[in-house]
């Protein structure tokens, strides 16, 4: 015990000692212009999430949203889990999926959440185009569509995206075809999520 005492009293020495010398150099003006600089950056953070926030939140209001059924989780049967999601905005309702199953939230999530809590989406221009998809290779296919057609409408939009999803299960198979397509979609090199089954569309 005596031990431990002794160790005890010199720990408490040295933290006195230690905070003494963080004291003294807290009072240098470099030090003091460190802590000033860290406190703006930290308000100019603070006022770049809440912009953010602002920005997004007035895309997804504004958007003509063209929604995609993806596959947000699997049950204990494989049976998918699927929601609503826009090729256009990237609106995503899959994260009430993850607070109903205790999934934490990103901030961009979190965004999203409070946007769908607060929002009862009825824009007239919307299409849900019953088409099921992974997210990324959905966003992937519009953008690229987008690219050569700037200036289409939802409809034959939905018409291209299911044209492509076709051609893509005609040749599901092909594995230098689904490389191929990786690289011009510019899609995730570990992409690998999707399956025939699960781009189907009615
Ligand atoms: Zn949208």
């Given at each position: 015990m005596k031990q431990e005492m002794q160790e005890y009293e010199r720990i408490i020495n040295l933290s006195n000692e230690i905070q003494t010398q963080i004291a003294r150099l807290e009072n240098t003006d470099l030090i003091k212009?460190?802590?000033?600089?860290?406190?703006?950056?930290?308000?100019?953070?603070?006022?770049?999430?809440?912009?953010?926030?602002?920005?997004?939140?007035?895309?997804?209001?504004?958007?003509?949203?063209?929604?995609?059924?993806?596959?947000?989780?699997y049950n204990f049967l494989k049976t998918p889990f699927h929601y609503c999601s826009c090729v256009k905005c990237g609106l995503d309702q899959g994260v009430v999926y993850s607070i109903?199953?205790?999934?934490?939230?990103?901030?961009?999530?979190?965004?999203?959440?409070n946007f769908l809590k607060k929002h009862h989406i009825d824009n007239p221009n919307q299409i849900n185009s019953n088409i099921k998809c992974d997210f990324s290779l959905a966003t992937a296919l519009y953008k690229k569509i987008e690219e050569n057609h700037p200036d289409i409408d939802n409809i034959t939009m939905q018409k291209y995206i299911q044209t492509a999803l076709d051609s893509i299960r005609q040749n599901e198979n092909d594995t230098q075809e689904k490389e191929n397509r990786i690289k011009r979609l510019t899609l995730n090199p570990n992409f690998n999520k999707w399956h025939s089954r699960d781009i189907v569309h009615w």
């Open positions: 212009q460190y802590l000033e600089l860290l406190h703006q950056n930290q308000k100019l953070l603070q006022k770049k999430k809440e912009l953010y926030k602002k920005i997004k939140t007035e895309e997804y209001s504004s958007c003509d949203h063209l929604w995609i059924e993806t596959i947000t989780d109903n199953h205790g999934k934490p939230l990103s901030f961009e999530q979190t965004i999203m959440y």
